[in-house]
Nanobody, 123 residues
Framework: QVQLVESGGGLVQAGGSLRLTCSAS????????MGWFRQAPGKEREFVAA????????YYADSVNGRFTISRDNTKNLVYLYMNSLKPEDTAVYYC????????????????WGQGSQVTVSS
C-alpha cells in the first residue's frame, strides 16, 4: 500500500521560509518522479514543482521558480520542498504526489497523493 505523508507546513510571515517534507512508503521510490501541487481555497489544484526519480531533472511553475527548490533523498524515501521569499499568495494546502511518467506538471498523470499540509503566509 502506497502512502505519501506531508509534514512541515505552518504559519509564516511574508518573506519567510518553510520546508515541506514528504515521506513515501510502499513503492520503489527511485522509480517515481515526485511532484508538489497546491490548492488555495476556492481555486483549482495547481502544479508547483516536480523532480525526476534520480533527482537529475526538475520542473517549476513560473510562480515559484527562483523561490522554491525541490529535492529528494532516495536513501530515505523523502522529497522536500524548500520555500523561500514566501508571499501571501503562496497560502494553500500543499500536496506531494508520485508518478512513473516522469517529470510532469499535470495532476492527472500522478498516481499517488498525500493528504496535504497547510501553508499560511501572513502579510
Amino acid at each position: 500500500q502506497v502512502q505519501l505523508v506531508e509534514s512541515g507546513g505552518g504559519l509564516v510571515q511574508a518573506g519567510g521560509s518553510l520546508r515541506l517534507t514528504c515521506s513515501a512508503s510502499g513503492l520503489t521510490f527511485s522509480d517515481y518522479a515526485m511532484g508538489w501541487f497546491r490548492q488555495a481555497p476556492g481555486k483549482e489544484r495547481e502544479f508547483v514543482a516536480a523532480l525526476s526519480g534520480r533527482g537529475d531533472g526538475t520542473y517549476y511553475a513560473d510562480s515559484v521558480n527562483g523561490r522554491f527548490t525541490i529535492s529528494r533523498d532516495n536513501t530515505k524515501n523523502l522529497v522536500y520542498l524548500y520555500m523561500n521569499s514566501l508571499k501571501p499568495e503562496d497560502t494553500a494546502v500543499y500536496y506531494c504526489a508520485a508518478t512513473r511518467v516522469g517529470v510532469a506538471g499535470l495532476a492527472h498523470l500522478y498516481d499517488y497523493w498525500g493528504q496535504g499540509s497547510q501553508v499560511t503566509v501572513s502579510s
